[in-house]
């Protein structure tokens, strides 16, 4: 069965880092590289796309409001993608999920992936 499974989410001060992790496992993923995204949600909100990557990694996505401090990364021997995120603010404040899709690039659409993680909180405060 295939699945996604997010952490290194947490409390973290304004002007802090986080790296969080998505570890990909299954048949598919292990056979199949997708692209992936990181998306966020606060309540009452659409989810957002903030960094999303190619399936070759050539190609990268980022949202204008985390351009400079967050950036996204894949290790497909662990199958597992990585978003750093520095230079934290209040407003980074959300709940991020992981998300893959079986085509070669990004969308920034969530309903074009097809497999999402259960998601990891991300709290800026202090």
């Known amino acids: 069965q295939e699945k996604l499974v997010e952490s290194g989410g947490g409390l973290v001060q304004p002007g802090g880092s986080l790296r969080l992790s998505c570890a990909a496992s299954?048949?598919?993923?292990?056979?199949?590289?997708?692209?992936m995204g990181w998306f966020r949600q606060t309540p009452g909100k659409e989810r957002e796309l903030v960094a999303a990557?190619?399936?070759?990694?050539?190609?990268?996505y980022y949202a204008d409001s985390v351009k400079g401090r967050f950036a996204i990364t894949r290790d497909n021997a662990k199958n597992t993608v990585y978003l750093q995120m520095n230079s934290l603010k209040p407003e980074d404040t959300a709940v991020y999920y992981c998300?893959?899709?079986?085509?070669?690039?990004?969308?920034?659409?969530?309903?074009?992936?097809?497999?999402w993680g259960q998601g990891t909180q991300v709290t800026v405060s202090s």
């Open positions: 299954g048949r598919t993923f292990n056979t199949y590289p997708m692209a």
């Open positions: 990557m190619s399936r070759s990694a050539g190609n990268t």
């Open positions: 998300a893959a899709r079986y085509r070669t690039g990004w969308d920034t659409r969530a309903s074009e992936y097809d497999y």
